[in-house]
């Protein structure tokens, strides 16, 4: 890279939602400032999302091992797709890979402390079936200090939006998960916390998955014609998971579709699907509007919540959202500072590329609750 004015990076993702590969390329010049080149996404078929769902859900051995190569190989080819279509290839790939399993809670097994998290994601033949150098597996590293592996975004929020912050500011990404990154403005913005609030689509998506009734609710539409159930909103949220303080993590392990049964097994009627959505999306809702409340710990309200994910093209999940939020905090999407809502995790992943590209940490202990600051990632060359 010697003499070169910039770095490009390709930063790919595929989320806990499981259902297509997202690819931005991003441009890094010698002061370290990004450009966002181009923005794609490469859909699962029916048999890759039910692949990966049940890789989600529930993988042997043989899965574990074979997926890792299956993922790299649908890596590779959203790469194929993306550089068909015209779009300038990078000069390394920044590659997140599918999440199985996270476990950040200690546990002892023969009175040996362990935390653990997996990224199903084969690295060298990724590199090799696209001629391009791979950084991936990000979260090991902020483990082995003693940090939760998660969320990593925050790092990547502070350097894309935190000069852009006029006010106090709060992004959220709702995918799968929901977490939540808060930032004090100033000459010198800062990160004062980061966390999951909790679900954020899963549930939901299970729902619908359930019943036949597609994979996602599009626009919120048959949440929006539902009744929620406030007891059952009320007893989901009394989980401990909730009143937990930062730094705290989670993921399909802890909220997955056994939910829906706990759900279904606290009715005296069952829930009609309308109605089952409307309470789930304001389980989201809520468990968001709690993180925010509890922000105000870190800084000054009124301030902008920031949207971005799937959750954002939700319309009925963001006005149920900015209601519940109404003069505590001004909800927008990531659009309005420039960032596309779809691109932002796969950004995410490019800046922390780079980051390791320039041998620097790429972790927030105040979001992770590591011990130190650590360069996150391992480079799989051609």
């Known amino acids: 890279m010697a003499g070169r004015s910039a770095v490009k990076i390709l930063g790919m993702m595929s989320g806990t939602s499981g259902d297509a590969i997202d690819g931005v390329l991003m441009s890094f010049d010698r002061s370290g400032a990004g450009e966002l080149l ?36 649908l890596y590779a080819r959203a790469c194929q797709q993306f550089f068909a279509a015209g779009h300038e290839k990078p000069d390394y790939i920044a590659a997140h890979g599918q999440t199985i399993y996270h476990h950040p809670q200690p546990v002892d097994w023969d009175g040996i402390t362990l935390t653990g998290t997996l990224q199903l994601l084969n690295g060298s033949l990724l590199a090799q079936r696209t001629g391009i150098p791979v950084i991936c597996n990000f979260r090991e590293a902020d483990m082995a200090v003693g940090g939760q592996g ?37 000459r010198r913005p800062e990160m004062a916390c980061a966390f999951d609030t909790g679900p954020g689509n899963v549930l939901m998506d299970a729902a619908m998955q359930r ?38 993590s989670t993921g399909r392990e802890y909220f997955n579709s056994e939910r829906l049964a706990q759900i279904d097994a606290w009715q005296s009627e069952a829930l009609s699907p309308a109605d089952l959505l409307s309470t789930l999306l304001d389980i989201t809702v809520a468990s968001i509007e709690a993180a925010v409340r509890a922000a105000a710990a870190y800084i000054r309200f009124p301030a902008d919540l920031v949207v971005a994910g799937g959750g954002a093209l939700n319309s009925e999940l963001m006005r149920r959202l900015a209601s519940r939020l109404s003069g505590l905090a001004e909800v927008k999407t990531s659009e309005a500072l420039g960032v596309p809502v779809m691109a932002k995790e796969a950004m995410a992943f490019a800046v922390l590329g780079y980051a390791f590209v320039k041998r620097l940490p790429g972790n927030l202990p105040a979001a992770t609750g590591a011990g130190r600051e650590v360069i996150l990632g391992e480079l799989h060359p051609v």
């Open 38 to 73: 181009w923005f794609d996404s490469c859909s699962f078929s029916t048999a890759e999302f039910a692949r990966i769902q049940k890789l989600m859900r529930a993988a042997d051995s043989r899965e574990v091992t074979l997926g890792a190569s299956y993922i790299a190989e």
């Open 150 to 186: 998660a969320p990593l975004v925050p790092f990547a929020d502070l350097y894309l939006f935190g000069k852009k912050a006029k006010r106090d500011l709060m992004l959220l990404n709702i995918g799968g998960m929901a977490n939540i990154s808060v930032i004090r403005s100033g």
């Open 211 to 248: 019943a036949g009734l597609g994979n996602y609710d599009r626009d919120g539409c048959l949440a929006a014609s539902g009744r929620s159930n406030r007891e059952t909103v009320a007893r989901f949220l009394s989980d401990p998971y909730f009143a937990a303080p930062p730094p705290k």
